[in-house]
């Protein structure tokens, strides 16, 4: 079916203003349609609107990637779009995107987000008032980078108004327009900015300077945007590549103080940190801890970003156990100063932690070794010890951690019957 809205591919490129085209046909943009995709293609086409796939999953499908979600924006209004749905028995679910010019319809078990094409009315930096329009260009127009505003039509058509695929096949990362403009309207893509760099960009510093001027001038913008959505970018960004170096450029350029992050942050920590963790998928607040000298950084920085209490909770532990949970001088192999730790922890993710405390420590091998190891259970109980006459619950919890720690030096290999013969009656 979906051979009917995607015809062989011929690649060639026209100009029209500023307009580049081509045609894609790969593998990944040819599994898009399914039959969901393929239902909502032919309403759209029955009833002579324009749908094409927009923004981030263009970049994906351009960079050889099949994306893992897909928004399609159109030439219909919301109310067009609703009308057609609701005539065709589509399901429409979700209407908070309403307002903005989302509709979200059901079909075959998947749902498609279409978006009404845009233009910004007003904005304040934060929120922006638009109006619906039929001009693809003037959509682009209002987009953050330009590799982010490129549509792709359902039958591989390329739609890039701004240089978007040279960019991208440049990795360049570059705000649509006027920098300043683009980030006036809303002060977090400076945030998004970094972000996307961390993913496209081969080498840490090759940014434009007239963008690293644009986001210094308007750092002070970043004060009003709430912080869960500060949070939502910064963590992409301190796990994509060049995690060191954009942290440090958020100090140098003076924006940290905007996003709760500590004054006098430990760039150079994060630097050694990131060289440690990066090849080891570490999670965003592993790298960000490096920043914090204790333990009211990290409350100061929950209170601006809400962090989640996982979240919170890995950083105060990082903090706290950063210089004292550490291998054996005398047996650098050994695992047990971590185990131990593990076992004595009273924490459900306590082996979680630590992975993370080894990926900040650079100790690949022990982390390696501990990703593989398997919390032993304690095989003694204050039950077996009543059943042999211990009836005091104080004398039990000495008895038990006597034993704990017999266990744990003989490396958590001794049986219950063999503890049990080490309780003094």
């Known amino acids: 079916m979906w051979s009917r809205f995607f015809r062989p591919a011929v690649i060639s490129h026209s100009v029209w203003r500023s307009l580049f085209t081509m045609r894609l046909k790969t593998s990944e943009f040819k599994s898009l349609f399914t039959d969901g995709l393929n239902g909502i293609a032919e309403l759209f086409e029955k009833h002579q609107y324009e749908l094409r796939i927009a923004g981030g999953a263009v970049r994906d499908l351009l960079s ?42 059901r079909l075959h078990n998947e749902n498609f987000e279409v978006t009404t094409l845009r233009v910004d009315v007003e904005t304040d930096g934060r929120h922006a008032e638009v109006e619906f329009t039929t001009d693809w260009q003037k959509d682009a127009e209002r987009r953050d980078l330009t590799i982010n505003s490129m549509f792709l039509g359902l039958d591989g058509t390329l739609y890039d108004y701004f240089k978007g695929y040279e960019d991208l096949q440049n990795h360049k990362v570059r705000f649509v327009g006027s920098a300043e403009q683009r980030i006036k309207e809303d002060y977090l893509r400076i945030l998004r900015y970094f972000r996307f760099y961390g993913r ?34 910064l963590k992409k960004m301190v796990v994509g590549n060049h995690a060191a170096h954009l942290l440090e450029l958020l100090y140098n350029l003076d924006l940290a103080q905007y996003i709760g992050l500590p004054p ?68 650098p192999d050994d695992l047990r100063p971590f185990t131990d730790f593990i076992i004595d922890s009273r924490e459900p993710d306590s082996q979680s932690k630590v992975c ?27 039950h077996d010890l009543r059943k042999m006459g211990v009836t005091s619950g104080k004398e039990i919890g000495t008895n038990l951690q006597e034993l704990r720690d017999i266990w744990k030096k003989s490396r958590y290999q001794m049986d219950k019957d063999e503890l049990l013969s080490h309780v003094k009656l």
């Open 64 to 105: 050889g990637k099949r994306p893992e979600d897909v928004d399609f924006a159109t030439t219909a209004t919301p109310e067009e779009m609703k009308r057609m749905f609701q005539d065709a028995g589509i399901r429409l679910i979700n209407n908070k995107g309403e307002k903005h010019g989302t509709i979200t319809a």
């Open 200 to 233: 496209v960009a081969l080498k840490a510093d090759e940014h434009e300077p007239e963008t690293l001027t644009a986001i210094r001038e308007n750092g002070r913008g970043l004060a009003a945007i709430s912080g869960e959505r500060i949070w939502v970018e």
């Open 264 to 331: 006098d942050g430990g760039v150079d920590e994060v630097k050694r940190v990131w060289g440690n963790a990066s090849a080891h998928s570490p999670k965003p607040m592993t790298v960000l801890a490096a920043l914090f000298h204790g333990p009211d950084d990290v409350d100061r920085t929950d209170l601006r970003l809400k962090v989640s209490r996982e979240e919170k909770t890995l950083a105060l532990f990082l903090v706290k156990h950063r210089r004292t949970l550490r291998k054996s001088d005398e047996e």
């Open 356 to 382: 993370e405390l080894l990926k900040y420590q650079g100790e690949e091998k022990l982390l390696a070794e501990l990703q593989r190891w398997s919390v032993p259970r304690f095989p003694v109980s204050g």
